[in-house]
């Protein structure tokens, strides 16, 4: 059974920290891409980091370049993103997802599992 299991949601203030994880089970670890995307309240999902297991490679969003960075355990199957220097519109649902290498990384339609989800709120 594949399974994503994120946590290290919660609530901060502006300017804060927090570091997000993303245990993943059931599936060849190495042949995936893992995603973070979050969703905010009357808005779209939108992409925010991806890692490949393959070689390493990285993407982020616009909007978090500089702030975030996502790292991958491959030993532990878990892949991470440390969030830095938090805004009130990070404050979301953020989700970890895996695709198939090569894919488009900020397509969620592009993606083949999800986890369920962890709420981070950042307060002004």
């Known amino acids: 059974e594949v399974q994503l299991v994120e946590s290290g949601g919660g609530l901060v203030q502006a300017g804060g920290s927090l570091r997000l994880s993303c245990a993943a089970s059931?599936?060849?670890?190495?042949?995936?891409?893992i995603g973070w995307f979050r969703q905010a309240p009357g808005k779209e999902r939108e992409g925010v980091s991806c890692?490949?297991?393959?070689?390493?490679?990285?993407y982020y969003a616009d909007s978090v370049k500089g702030r975030f960075t996502i790292s991958s355990d491959n030993a532990k199957n878990t892949v991470y993103l440390q969030m830095n220097s938090l805004k009130p519109e990070d404050t979301a649902v953020y989700y970890c997802?895996?695709?198939?290498?090569?894919?488009?990384?900020?397509?969620?339609?592009?993606?083949?599992?999800w986890g369920q989800g962890t709420q981070v709120t950042v307060s002004s």
């Open positions: 997802a895996a695709q198939l290498n090569g894919r488009r990384w900020y397509d969620p339609w592009e993606y083949d599992y």
């Open positions: 059931g599936f060849i670890f190495d042949d995936y891409a």
């Open positions: 890692i490949s297991s393959s070689d390493g490679s990285r």
